[in-house]
């Protein structure tokens, strides 16, 4: 029997995410590895020497557990950060060099499109249409689409903010109110912008909310109060914008040593958890629901299923 394994690599700004399934969509494997890629890149625009040896570090890892699992198709993408760094291109070069794993620099449209495709596997099916937002280490993405197998991209934008660049930029690191309103003015003007553009009233009713990434799988867990944070249980959460500010406004009252002891929050995540919050809450605020649903389904959610599908097409 021939084995027929499909691997999906995203690499974000924060983490490097592996997905391993087989012809059927079980998976096999799935980790995120945290490279803090853009960690230390505001100031110059360029990845650290300490950051691509992360990075390098963690294709080295994943490209062993691709050959362990005999995988002879996939798609690995790179995101904002190589998007934005002056050495992006040489990062890229580098992990081919090294590992035999070839990255493409996918720009934010294809980013959109590829978490839409992932998060829309955790739509109801009610909703006629679904916006989509996916808030990463460097840019969020927000897109209004039908709700179906193909679904149709309406419209989108890819806000050139994350929680860790948006984090260096604004100095929020720890909470700091003029710094909040700093940072959510910025937010706001894109979500206002794309609101008006996709005629977003026109849809919201027929239409659901879906964010994906870390930051809503992690506030879900903070507002369930679990004792630890397990992403495979938020996902598909649904839960209140309401509750989501009580969340946030928590985590804005911790302490930098109560983030850092938080297993919902972590080490890697203490640093950049203020910065994700508020771009967060200025998105959901702006586009004016009453609910989410959380998904870690995402863009390699979307890549995986995409293989599969071109594989039975051939």
Same mark, same amino acid.
């Given at each position: 029997?021939?084995?027929?394994?499909?691997?999906?690599?995203?690499?974000?700004?924060?983490?490097?995410?592996?997905?391993?399934?087989?012809?059927?969509?079980?998976?096999?494997?799935?980790?995120?590895?945290?490279?803090?890629?853009?960690?230390?890149?505001?100031?110059?625009?360029?990845?650290?020497?300490?950051?691509?040896?992360?990075?390098?570090?963690?294709?080295? !890892?994943?490209?062993?557990?691709?050959?362990?699992?005999?995988?002879?198709?996939?798609?690995?993408?790179?995101?904002?950060?190589?998007?934005?760094? !002056?050495?992006?291109?040489?990062?890229?070069?580098?992990?081919?060099?090294?590992?035999?794993?070839?990255?493409?620099?996918?720009?934010?449209?294809?980013?959109?499109?590829?978490?839409?495709?992932?998060?829309?596997?955790?739509?109801?099916?009610?909703?006629?249409?679904?916006?989509?937002?996916?808030?990463?280490?460097?840019?969020?993405?927000?897109?209004?689409?039908?709700?179906?197998?193909?679904?149709?991209?309406?419209?989108?934008?890819?806000?050139?903010?994350?929680?860790?660049?948006?984090?260096?930029?604004?100095?929020?690191?720890?909470?700091?109110?003029?710094?909040?309103?700093?940072?959510?003015? !910025?937010?706001?003007?894109?979500?206002?912008?794309?609101?008006?553009?996709?005629?977003?009233?026109?849809?919201?009713?027929?239409?659901?909310?879906?964010?994906?990434?870390?930051?809503?799988?992690?506030?879900?867990?903070?507002?369930?109060?679990?004792?630890?944070?397990?992403?495979? /249980?938020?996902?598909?959460?649904?839960?209140?914008?309401?509750?989501?500010?009580?969340?946030?406004?928590?985590?804005?009252?911790?302490?930098? !040593?109560?983030?850092?002891?938080?297993?919902?929050?972590?080490?890697?995540?203490?640093?950049?958890?203020?910065?994700?919050?508020?771009?967060?809450?200025?998105?959901?605020?702006?586009?004016?629901?009453?609910?989410?649903?959380?998904?870690?389904?995402?863009?390699?959610?979307?890549?995986? /299923?995409?293989?599969?599908?071109?594989?039975?097409?051939?």
């Amino acid at each position: 029997m021939i084995i027929k394994n499909y691997a999906a690599i995203d690499l974000g700004t924060n983490s490097c995410r592996l997905m391993i399934t087989n012809q059927t969509g079980e998976c096999l494997y799935r980790n995120s590895i945290s490279t803090r890629l853009g960690e230390g890149m505001y100031a110059n625009m360029r990845f650290t020497p300490e950051a691509v040896e992360r990075g390098i570090k963690a294709f080295k !890892e994943y490209a062993g557990v691709i050959k362990k699992y005999e995988v002879k198709t996939y798609r690995a993408i790179a995101t904002a950060s190589c998007r934005m760094a !002056e050495n992006g291109a040489d990062f890229v070069k580098e992990v081919e060099e090294q590992t035999g794993i070839k990255l493409e620099v996918i720009d934010g449209r294809e980013e959109a499109r590829l978490n839409l495709k992932g998060a829309l596997l955790n739509a109801p099916r009610a909703a006629k249409y679904a916006v989509v937002y996916d808030l990463g280490g460097g840019s969020t993405e927000i897109t209004l689409a039908t709700n179906e197998t193909s679904p149709k991209i309406l419209h989108t934008v890819s806000i050139p903010w994350g929680g860790r660049n948006a984090a260096e930029a604004f100095e929020l690191e720890n909470y700091n109110p003029e710094q909040e309103k700093r940072l959510t003015a !910025e937010i706001k003007k894109y979500t206002d912008d794309f609101v008006m553009k996709a005629h977003l009233t026109e849809y919201k009713s027929q239409s659901c909310l879906l964010a994906t990434s870390s930051t809503p799988l992690r506030l879900v867990a903070l507002a369930e109060k679990w004792e630890n944070y397990d992403r495979f /249980k938020a996902d598909g959460k649904s839960i209140s914008l309401a509750k989501l500010n009580e969340t946030i406004q928590e985590v804005y009252a911790m302490t930098p !040593e109560e983030r850092l002891k938080s297993s919902c929050i972590g080490a890697n995540r203490a640093p950049i958890i203020v910065a994700a919050c508020t771009i967060f809450k200025t998105i959901y605020d702006g586009l004016g629901f009453n609910e989410l649903t959380a998904s870690l389904k995402s863009a390699q959610d979307g890549m995986i /299923k995409e293989l599969i599908d071109n594989a039975k097409a051939d």
